[in-house]
């Protein structure tokens, strides 16, 4: 079910859950549900569910498996929904992804060009950007 975890250190951290599956061993297996007409796992689905990962071991002391699924359904009544499985981000890649961010905003780091067209073209800093590839 959908919960909130936190953490506060060693990055301050709010992170969602759609779903966690406990193993026979105990284990929690994280997963997170999209609708999207791509079948496919991204990037940020990944990210979504590490940062997920980090929370809840830090909050609650559980072991949260190093893997999680990206259930992804079309938006049509009659789809059901297709599980992909990742590999998270660790929490150094995580608390790193998290500092680049921080630099990015504050000015100390210039943002890469993103390679996916894609991208640009629903991107909401469009307007205001000096780069869009498409
Ligand atoms: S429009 Fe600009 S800010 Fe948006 S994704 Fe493309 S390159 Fe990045």
Redesign the pocket.
Known sequence: MERLFQISTPVGLVAKLDRAYRMPSGLLVLVELKTRWINQPFLSDVIQLSAQRMAVMGQTGQVVASYGYVMVKAPTGRAFPIAHRVQLMTDEEIVALIKKREDILAGRLMPR??HSRN??LT?V??AQ?D???A
């Open positions: 060009r993103l991208a640009c991107c800093f469009r950007c780069h869009p590839r």
